[in-house]
Each structure stands twice: as C-alpha cells, then as structure tokens.
C-alpha cells in the first residue's frame, strides 16, 4: 500500500501528516538555495539585492504553496526547525554575513519575515478571503470577489473608453452630454465619504453623500461614488450621460472585464443596462484640484459624508488591503517578541533595538559584507577571531585587558578617539550604546556608518597582518 498521496501539489502521509510534504518542501528550497549558494560569496558574486528577488520570487512561493492547508503543523518544533535551518543560511548569504551569524540576526539584516510566522500570515489571509477568519475580522464582513463564473461572456461584454478632461475648457468643448455626474471619495481624520454630484448645464440638480466604515479605503469609496452614479442613470429618463471621476484606479476597474471587484461587476451590470436602455453614458477621468467646478464640489461632498456622517454606513465590507495589514502587524509584533527575548543577536540589536522598525528602515541601509560584519560582530575582530579559533589573542592592541569587540571599536577604543571626536561635533550626539539605534533610524545614518566602515575595516586590516 502506498504510504503516501500527493495530492494538488500537496503531500499526505499515512498518519495524516504533513510532515512529508514540509520535508519535500524544505528539499525543493534548498536544491535553490545551493544553486544560489555557487554563485554567491561573502566577498563576491551576486548582490543581496539579487538574492532577495530570489527569494521573494522563488523560494518563499515554494515554501508557502498551499500553506492554507497544512498551516497548523508549522507550529510543530521539528517542522520549525527545519524551516530555521532553511533560512538561516539564505538569509545570511542574503546579507553576506558569516556562517556563523544567527537567524535572529540575519533575518534582521536580510530584512525577511521568518517563515512559520509567514505561513501563519498566508494561511491567515486565505482564511478571511474565504470569510471564516472569525478572530481577525470580528463582526466585519470580507468583501469578497465575484466569481469569474458569473461574468458576462466575451460577447456581451461592454466595451468601455476613457476619455481625459485636464480642465474646465475642456469639459464646457465636451458638452455634448445632458446630464454630467461628477463622483469623489476621501478618507479624512481616519474616516471615508464619497459623494455624487449631478450637473444639467452649470446648475448643480442633485446630490448624494455616502458613508463608508472606517476601514474602508479611498478606492472603495471611488468605486462606490462611480457605482452610484450608474444607478442615477438607469433611474434617469435623460438619454446622454458623462461619469466624471478623479481616480483612474477605479476607472480602470471599471473598464477592465477581469476585475472581479463586487462594486465593478455591480457597476458593469448597470451599465449594460443602461446601453440596453438605449442611453449613452462616457466615462472620464478628470484632473483633480484643477480647479474643475463639478469635481471640487464632489470632493468637498465626500469629505463633509465622511466627517458628518452619524447613520449606518452606507458601505461597510472590509478590503483585503485591511486584513493583509492586520495579519501583518500580527506577525510583525510576534517577530520582534522573538527577537527581543533571543538570547543571539546581541550586536544586532544595539543597532537595531526593534525588529519592527528595523524592517521599515533596513532597506535604505543598504546592507553589505563590511556593515554586516559591523553589525553582527561576526568578522575580522580580535574576540570573534579567537572565538573561533582563528587568532589566539582576543584582546584590542589597546589593552590586554579588554576584548576586541565591535562596541569596544566604536565607542571605547583610545586607538580611534580622534575618529570619534570627529563624527560626535559632526552628528552633535556622543557616540554611546544607547544613541546608536536612534542614529540609524535618523538622516545621519550615512555618516555614521561611513564612520563604522573606517573603523571596522582599519581594524579587519591590522588583524589581517598579525594573524
Ligand atoms: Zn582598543
């Protein structure tokens, strides 16, 4: 009998486990990651920048396929460490750091998410999309797409155009529509509003505001304003209509077929309606604050609909945009619990007290071997050397007495006290282990590190010769 089924891509053993799957997984990963590894060096050989689309692009999909299903066992110990195992050495080669380094560390410094708690995230997300996510939604609907099934076949499809109105010139030359409707949407003091205006000439005959729940964003609101619009219209006993709105995203769904946004497919239904009608409606994208009388007026609408509003909103299913940001502010908080209680990383974190933040600002650090090496300690510094048995004195040339570490290199050694002297009347802070975080966050990042590379690679240089 077989002992196992594969099924969609997906691995089941006899005992309904999928530790098989994670094992294959974890194999299939790491067949990349030494390919990667050939053609990537501490001291050369592809970027981290390179690295990094590799991983965002193969080998984290590899690992997360159908992590929807078999989430729950990536909580399992032996599964974890499997997974840690995996990416350690990617993220290390991903920020050229030794092979020596920690997760906690190179996964700080690769600026990558670990992948259990990235699988949680997936799986996370694929739930609320399906609507069962009870925990993270609460008492908010998902808005969910609508079925391809269901669209219209190619046939009966409405073609729509876009024209562009750039001013007021534009759009008094274009009148060759009745009836003009200018729709807005704003998300103002945390809360959304759209709002329809309706034109018969240069009098304003009719409008609507409309309320969205807080977590709603901009573009549903637009989407909403343009939907409304369309339900006027099929209302309306006129013949020619013009749909006037600021936000070309929405437009966009509109017009494109494969958009299967609820709130597009609704406004496509209307229109086919209103050709069916025998009315004409032509979309427009307008230039926003260009001083165009209808689109100020429906911003302006959109706003007071958002601030005033006190009813039920009118719009109220939640984006996926939230619930992606919600599931990531949850792994996100987790990770920097483990980061923070580690017992490794303890160089990493006077550079970067905060996984959190650390995330946000790593990528303009730009990360190399020598701001590696600084930012680990893992490199060509006496303790570290002797550490691993490659230098038999771990002490700086400054005193026997002290280990040559990097905070000792940068903050303390007499040897550099000119350098420092230097950087602290430049940057007006003294150079102390509590500042540092503060210094790389802030817009004297580069100095400072320029400053650490002088350090570091002076002191890489003297061990060089002495070893
Ligand atoms: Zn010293």
């Known amino acids: 009998m077989a002992k196992e089924i594969k099924l969609l891509g997906v691995t089941i053993d006899d005992r309904l486990t999928f530790n098989t799957h994670i094992k294959n997984v974890c194999r299939k990963a790491i067949a990349v990651h030494q390919q990667l590894c050939r053609a990537a060096k501490v001291s050369w050989g592809l970027n981290p920048?390179?690295?990094?689309?590799?991983?965002?692009?193969?080998?984290?999909?590899?690992?997360?396929?159908?992590?929807?299903?078999?989430?729950p066992a990536a909580s399992k110990l032996g599964i974890i460490?499997?997974?840690?195992?995996?990416?350690?050495?990617?993220?290390?080669?991903?920020?050229?750091?030794?092979?020596?380094?920690?997760?906690?560390?190179?996964?700080?410094?690769?600026?990558?998410?670990?992948?259990?708690?990235?699988?949680?995230?997936?799986?996370l997300l694929y739930e609320a999309k399906k609507g069962v996510a009870q925990e993270l939604l609460g008492d908010r609907e998902m808005e969910r797409m609508a079925s391809a099934l269901d669209s219209p076949h190619p046939a009966a499809r409405v073609d729509l155009e876009i024209g562009r109105v750039m001013d007021q010139e534009q759009i008094d030359a274009s009148a060759n529509s009745e009836i003009k409707i200018y729709t807005d949407g704003s998300k103002i003091?945390?809360?959304?509003?759209?709002?329809?205006?309706?034109?018969?000439?240069?009098?304003?005959?009719r409008t609507l505001k409309l309320a969205l729940a807080n977590?709603?964003?901009?573009?549903?609101?637009?989407?909403?304003?343009?939907?409304?619009?369309?339900?006027?219209?099929?209302?309306?006993?006129?013949?020619?209509?013009?749909?006037?709105?600021?936000?070309?995203?929405?437009?966009?769904?509109?017009?494109?077929?494969?958009?299967?946004?609820?709130?597009?497919?609704?406004?496509?239904?209307?229109?086919k309606a209103i050709s069916r009608q025998a009315k004409i409606v032509n979309l427009y994208w307008i230039k926003a604050h260009a001083g165009i009388e209808g689109n100020e007026?429906?911003?302006?609408?959109?706003?007071?609909?958002?601030?005033?509003?006190?009813?039920?909103?009118?719009?109220?299913?939640?984006?996926?945009?939230?619930?992606?940001?919600?599931?990531r502010m949850v792994t996100l908080d987790?990770?920097?619990?483990?980061?923070?209680?580690?017992?490794?990383?303890?160089?990493?974190?006077?550079?970067?007290?905060?996984?959190?933040?650390?995330?946000?600002?790593?990528?303009?650090?730009?990360?190399?071997?020598?701001?590696?090496?600084?930012?680990?300690?893992?490199?060509?510094?006496?303790?570290y050397l002797?550490?691993?048995?490659?230098?038999?004195?771990?002490?700086?040339?400054?005193?026997?007495?002290?280990?040559?570490?990097?905070?000792?290199?940068?903050?303390?050694?007499?040897i550099f006290a000119q350098e420092r002297y230097t950087i602290e009347c430049e940057l007006d802070t003294r150079i102390q282990k509590d500042k540092i975080g503060e210094i790389i966050k802030g817009r004297n990042r580069i100095k400072f590190l320029e400053y650490c590379e002088n350090l570091a690679n002076k002191t890489i240089k003297r061990n060089k010769n002495t070893v």
């Not at 920048?49 to 989430?71: C, F, G, M, R, T």
């Not at 970067?352 to 680990?376: C, E, H, L, S, W």
């Not at 002797?386 to 905070?407: A, G, M, Q, W, Y």
Request: overall charge positive.
């Open 81 to 123: 460490k499997q997974l840690r195992v995996l990416q350690r050495g990617i993220a290390q080669k991903m920020c050229k750091a030794y092979r020596t380094v920690s997760l906690n560390s190179a996964l700080l410094l690769a600026g990558i998410l670990p992948l259990d708690l990235r699988i949680r995230e997936v799986a």
């Open 386 to 414: 002797n550490r691993f048995k490659c230098k038999e004195n771990p002490s700086c040339i400054c005193d026997p007495n002290t280990l040559e570490t990097v905070p000792h290199i940068l903050l303390d050694c007499p």
């Open 297 to 327: 007026r429906a911003d302006a609408l959109a706003k007071e609909a958002a601030i005033n509003s006190k009813k039920k909103p009118d719009y109220d299913l939640c984006p996926v945009s939230f619930v992606k940001r919600h599931a």
């Open 189 to 205: 003091e945390g809360r959304v509003g759209a709002a329809v205006s309706i034109w018969i000439g240069n009098t304003e005959t």
């Open 215 to 271: 977590f709603c964003t901009v573009y549903q609101a637009e989407l909403l304003a343009i939907c409304r619009a369309t339900k006027e219209i099929r209302r309306s006993t006129a013949e020619s209509f013009g749909i006037y709105s600021d936000s070309m995203a929405a437009l966009q769904t509109v017009k494109n077929h494969g958009c299967l946004h609820p709130l597009a497919v609704e406004t496509r239904d209307n229109l």
């Open 334 to 383: 987790e990770w920097n619990h483990r980061y923070n209680t580690g017992q490794t990383a303890s160089i990493t974190k006077m550079f970067f007290p905060d996984a959190v933040a650390a995330y946000r600002t790593i990528r303009k650090v730009g990360m190399n071997a020598i701001r590696t090496q600084i930012m680990t300690g893992h490199g060509g510094f006496s303790e």
């Open 49 to 71: 920048e390179v690295i990094k689309i590799i991983y965002v692009a193969v080998i984290e999909p590899i690992v997360l396929y159908a992590a929807s299903v078999w989430a």
